[in-house]
């Protein structure tokens, strides 16, 4: 192969990085790297750094720096994918964070409570005349009432704790297989 004239010769690495269009810091840094050698000239320099960037592109380099390129790319995407579908479900009014749902339920059982609370003292004012025996049954069925809407919601809240525990630990299950296949 025929090698032009002015690549035959050496040439800075100012020039070289006006040459391929990079600053000459970028050259520098291969240098140190080790992908340029000092003293080669501007063709051999011009096929180490063509070189260096198609390993780059490929994901060649990744082994030598920790990385694996398509590992990264392929948890970008994952999370890029889970930050969406969790957007769209708190759009579709599906999920909230589980700070604000127990809020919410505080809030709501703190509102029953103080209603059934005064309950006693309506049922006094409202009818006098009830027997005491009667009182007594209702009484006691709202409070049977309630006490089992705090035992159901919570309940229901430490089911749901526990599906969602048991699906990101079947994701990572099955992240760690995905992975092992790799």
């Known amino acids: 192969m025929k090698i032009l004239p002015y690549l035959d010769a050496h040439i800075s690495q100012a020039e070289f990085a006006q040459m391929v ?6 050259i520098s840094k291969r240098v ?23 390993d780059q592109a490929a994901g060649r380099l990744g082994e030598t720096l920790g990385l694996d390129l ?9 999370a890029q994918r889970e930050s969406q579908e969790l957007k769209n479900a708190v759009a579709r009014g599906e999920y909230a964070p589980i700070g604000i749902l127990a809020d919410v ?4 059982s703190s509102a029953i409570v103080d209603r059934l609370d005064q309950l006693e003292g309506q049922l006094r004012k409202a009818c006098p005349d009830l027997p005491e025996e009667a009182r007594m049954v209702i009484l006691r069925v709202i409070a049977d009432a309630r006490n089992e ?8 809240v430490a089911d749901s ?13 099955a992240l760690d297989i995905s992975e092992g296949a790799a």
């Not at 398509?70 to 994952?78: M, S, T, W």
């Not at 339920?105 to 709501?108: F, Q, S, V």
């Not at 035992?151 to 229901?156: D, F, G, N, V, Y």
């Not at 704790?161 to 299950?173: F, H, I, V, W, Y």
Request: net charge negative.
């Open 21 to 26: 269009g990079v600053s000459e810091a970028s």
């Open 32 to 54: 140190s790297d080790g992908v340029l050698t000092r003293g080669e000239c501007a063709h051999a320099w011009l096929i180490a750094y063509c070189e260096h960037l198609r």
């Open 70 to 78: 398509v590992q990264e790319r392929a948890g970008l995407a994952r």
């Open 105 to 108: 339920l505080a809030l709501a």
């Open 149 to 156: 809407w705090i035992r159901s919601t919570s309940k229901l």
């Open 161 to 173: 704790l526990d599906r969602m525990a048991q699906s990101e630990a079947d994701e990572a299950d």
